[in-house]
């Protein structure tokens, strides 16, 4: 759910030490929801799968000591994770009019891959668009409109370069797969319109709680992410998908630090994340 930071420690560069006041004690919530074979996830990926390798036993030292090591599979847009601008093309292209088929070969990306992500610690504001409708989860197949962000950010204010996360209280359904998934009933999303709200806000990332920032109708599934489009391919902002923000849409916060580093895997068009924010 979240831990406590520490004290400084004496020794500590004085600059270092000055970083120290607002962080001591600050509360830390983990927003990545666990990985673990048979979660929830897009159909369109490769399933997730950790197996352990070797044994405590199969092999053991002169001294006595032994290892156990795992083998991971995994897509790169499996549990909570970041889309790189490599991730979606319109009409042969990607992001800045590149065309895709000139940059992508079997090893990946040659430009716009998920290492070009710069980790991002700063300002996020929480647009918290279940609380406008006073419920903890907003129903399968809610479109998220432009009022609802404005209701949602009331007074606060999004600045050029600040990330901004849509609460639905969608990960309150994560133990439920088939529901969390939404190919029968569909999922919280936002629209286009939303979509172009948040873009013309410039923020340097979004993210949600959802498989796909999206709006996904009843039966419609990925069948078209026309938000992806608009979002990385338009406007070159990246996006965070499958995030737990069931603790912090409890604590009220609206805004609050946020550290988001993905795996910086070369050539990939996402990559897993465990972001956190950093609360007083």
């Not at 002169?62 to 156990?68: E, F, L, P, T, V």
């Not at 909570?80 to 800045?96: I, K, M, N, P, W």
């Not at 069948?223 to 998908?241: K, M, Q, S, Y």
């Amino acid at each position: 759910m979240g831990q406590r930071t520490g004290a400084p420690q004496p020794d500590l560069d004085p600059g270092v030490t000055a970083l120290w006041p607002a962080l001591v004690g600050a509360r830390v919530i983990d927003l990545a929801q666990p990985m673990r074979q048979g979660m929830p996830q897009s159909p369109n990926h490769p399933p997730f799968r950790m197996v352990i390798e070797r044994r405590h036993g199969d092999l053991v030292r002169a001294d006595g000591g032994s290892a156990a090591n795992e083998v991971i599979i995994t897509g790169g847009h499996v549990g909570t994770h970041v889309d790189a601008l490599a991730h979606v093309s319109q009409d042969g292209l990607v992001h800045s009019g590149r065309p895709a088929a000139a940059a992508q070969s079997h090893e990946g990306f040659a430009e716009l891959g998920i290492e070009t992500f710069d980790p991002y610690v700063g300002r996020a504001v929480l647009l918290d668009v279940a609380a406008v409708h006073s419920t903890a989860v907003l129903p399968a197949g809610y479109e998220i409109t432009p009022d609802d962000l404005e209701r949602a950010a009331g007074n606060t204010r999004i600045a050029p370069g600040d990330a901004v996360l849509i609460g639905t209280g969608w990960s309150r359904r994560w133990g439920d797969g088939a529901a969390f998934v939404g190919l029968a009933d569909g999922v919280p999303g936002p629209g286009v319109a939303a979509a172009r709200w948040l873009a013309e806000r410039a923020p340097r990332v979004v993210g949600g709680e959802t498989i796909a920032f999206e709006h996904l109708a009843p039966g419609r599934g990925h069948a078209t992410l026309p938000v992806h489009r608009i979002l990385l391919v338009e406007h070159g902002i990246n996006i965070v998908e499958t995030m737990n923000l069931a603790a912090l849409l409890d604590t009220g916060a609206r805004e609050f630090l946020f550290v988001l580093n993905p795996l910086p895997i070369v050539g990939a068009t996402g990559a897993p994340v465990r972001p956190l924010a950093v609360l007083p």
